[in-house]
């Protein structure tokens, strides 16, 4: 019976709320299609960045990389996940103008039109996010709260004239604590008492070092990085995960890719803490990519299976081949810091950036194949209600 608790643990939790309205799905394809374009164009932004011999595009796609993927592809997901839990309409329009705003830096570079719709959407979230509270208050939806106003600020602060290097805290407080709330969501019932004040600890500790790193440039980054530290030790000490483990089938593959992920975050929060800022060269690199590839995108691995079927009512069957690409974007990534970075041999780092890439499209394509395929039979990829959270 323990196990059978644990392996029900180690899913997406229900949302703590009354069953929402459906959201036709022909309305949730046009966020879904932009926020595509722009995982696709970040993508290829980051071929160009990595010196790879691709065709040029004219504009400034490769300076736009950072929030293409950041706010375009993981913000539009989130926003559009949390639309569908609503079940309002209105929320859509959350999504619709954080996709919108990553085509027109597609289009149109940082414009300040793009960075006003990217703005709004972080408004509009958090608009979603209050709806929410009035049916089901808790410390989780307030963690995914300040996720979305980390978003805002990253937002405000560009439009201010900081530069992209200088809003990626933010831009990491906005992914780091709105997996780190859904992730207290799902462990909540098996948790002490204390764990609730020492997650409110750990949230607090990250948003006070964000904050400092506006406030004190020289000693924000510091603080930001015990942040992240903070958040790092409650995971590892109360998320499922580590027993879930030694499951099989879907949460097995979950626990792994959340303890790797898990892993890269401790990592960039050692990088801040011990070394401060830095808004290029190696460490920028490592630190960046441990946080948005080695942790963000692991988490998109792992819990698409059950986040894609919630949104797009298709499903995705869990397959052993899905530890594929996971496998070789923990690896690739592996070589990209300790050798690419670290020891700062340009064509390893090269080349292992070229896997990142190709580790996100094989899961892109063995999702997209999968999905479209009949399912074997009716039982095979039960729908389950929305998650709050994208993981």
């Avoid at 011999?53 to 929030?67: D, T």
């Avoid at 920028?284 to 998109?300: N, P, Q, R």
């Amino acid at each position: 019976m323990a196990i059978r608790n644990l392996v029900r643990l180690s899913l997406p939790p229900a949302p703590v709320m009354t069953t929402p309205r459906p959201i036709p799905v022909a309305w949730r394809l046009p966020a879904l299609a932009a926020g595509g374009v722009a995982l696709l164009t970040g993508l290829y932004a980051a071929l160009l960045l990595l010196g790879t011999r691709v065709p040029a595009p004219p504009g400034q796609l490769a300076e736009v990389h950072g929030p293409l993927m950041v706010l375009g592809f993981v913000g539009t997901l989130i926003a559009l996940e949390r639309a569908v839990a609503l079940g309002d309409r209105w929320a859509l329009l959350a999504p619709a103008c954080s996709g919108g705003g990553a085509l027109l830096l597609v289009l149109t570079g940082p414009s300040l039109t793009a960075r006003l719709l990217l703005m709004v959407a972080s408004v509009l979230l958090l608009g979603v996010y209050r709806q929410i509270w009035r049916r089901q208050p808790g410390v989780a939806l307030l963690a995914q709260a300040a996720g979305a106003l980390a978003w805002y600020a990253a937002t405000l602060l560009w439009l201010a004239g900081l530069t992209v290097a200088e809003i990626v805290p933010w831009l990491a407080t906005f992914v780091v604590a709105t997996i780190a709330g859904e992730r207290f969501e799902l462990a909540r019932v098996a948790l002490p008492p204390r764990a609730g004040r020492w997650f409110l600890g750990a949230l607090s500790a990250l948003m006070a070092g964000v904050t400092a790193t506006a406030v004190w440039p020289g000693i924000g980054p510091y603080l930001f990085g015990a942040g992240l530290l903070a958040v790092v030790a409650w995971l590892a000490a109360f998320d499922v995960a580590r027993r879930t483990v030694r499951s099989r089938g879907l949460p097995r593959y979950v626990a792994l890719g959340l303890l790797a992920g898990y892993a890269w975050l401790g990592l960039a929060g050692l990088l801040w803490a011990g070394a401060g800022a830095s808004a290029d060269g190696p460490r920028y690199d490592a630190t960046l990519h441990a946080v948005f590839l080695g942790f963000t995108m692991s988490m998109i691995f792992v819990h698409a299976p059950v986040i894609l079927p919630a949104v797009l009512r298709r499903p995705l069957p869990y397959q052993r081949l899905l530890y594929a690409p996971l496998a070789l974007l923990h690896a690739s990534l592996l070589v990209r810091v300790v050798i690419g970075d670290a020891l700062r041999v340009q064509p390893v780092w090269r080349g292992a950036g070229v896997a990142n890439v190709l580790a996100v499209l094989a899961f892109v394509g063995l999702a997209v194949v999968s999905s479209l395929r009949p399912p074997r039979n009716r039982d095979a990829s039960p729908t389950r209600p929305v998650p709050m959270a994208v993981r």
